[in-house]
Antibody, heavy 125, light 107 residues
Framework: QVQLVQTGAEVKRPGASVRVSCKVS????????INWVRQAPGKGLEWMGG????????VLAQKFQGRVIMTEDPSSDTAHMDLSGLRSEDTAVYFC??????????????????WGQGTLVTVSS | DIQLTQSPSSLSAFVGDRVTITCRAS??????LNWYRQKSGTAPELLIY???SSQSGVPLRFSGSGSGTEFTLTISSLQPEDFATYYC?????????FGGGTKVEIK
């Protein structure tokens, strides 16, 4: 059973950068497609970007292009998400999630099947 | 980006009630639609993929239907652990999107 364990909560000043890490256990990182989703307090889920499950191509949501860098360290089976230029609106819980494909009802579909526990990032002066 | 609109945004129901949540897509997405349940303070969990296929281990009271632009999630008999927020999510386009969520509360 794949497990994703994230680093702890962070408090940052506006303009700073933050790194959230996601360690894979009971599996190999290279066999997973890790994506990142965030949730502002009391709000819904927002996909940020990640690796596609087929070709392994990295895709970023347009609003995060230029501010987010997603990397992976196979030696430690850990994925990282770096967000720069923090502002108060970036205060949220950040989740890593495994994005995989499967055949369902005759088509190959994609979904998030395993999630990390979430990391609260608070941006405050 | 493909927009997903869920309705209602919230509802109140009793344990044992049948509940239906709707998700409408701004353009056709075939059956590339998934449903998640998120209990307070926890990560989402996958319930349904490909609009109507149940994830392994998900109780039979959860079912999904639809294709194209309109989808539904039905809980046949609401249980205490089902009081949570439900999200639909499309994987038709490279830019993934979620619906705004439906909060199911105890009546």
């Amino acid at each position: 059973q794949v497990q994703l364990v994230q680093t702890g909560a962070e408090v940052k000043r506006p303009g700073a950068s933050v790194r959230v890490s996601c360690k894979v256990s009971e599996h190999i990182l290279s066999e997973l497609s890790i994506n990142w989703v965030r949730q502002a307090p009391g709000k819904g889920l927002e996909w940020m970007g990640g690796f596609g499950p087929e070709e392994g191509k990295k895709v970023l949501a347009q609003k995060f292009q230029g501010r987010v860098i997603m990397t992976e360290d196979p030696s430690s089976d850990t994925a990282h998400m770096d967000l720069s230029g923090l502002r108060s609106e970036d205060t949220a819980v950040y989740f890593c999630a495994s994005y995989r494909s499967k055949y369902g009802k005759g088509i190959k579909v994609f979904f998030f099947d395993t999630w990390g526990q979430g990391t609260l990032v608070t941006v405050s002066s | 980006d493909i927009q997903l609109t869920q309705s209602p945004s919230s509802l109140s129901a009793f344990v044992g009630d049948r509940v239906t949540i709707t998700c409408r897509a701004s353009q056709t997405i075939s059956r590339y639609l998934n449903w998640y349940r998120q209990k307070s303070g926890t990560a989402p969990e996958l319930l349904i993929y490909a609009a109507s296929s149940s994830q392994s281990g998900v109780p039979l009271r959860f079912s999904g239907s639809g294709s194209g632009t309109e989808f539904t999630l039905t809980i046949s008999s609401l249980q205490p652990e089902d009081f949570a927020t439900y999200y639909c999510q499309q994987s038709y386009s490279t830019g993934l999107t979620f619906g705004g969520g439906t909060k199911v509360e105890i009546k």
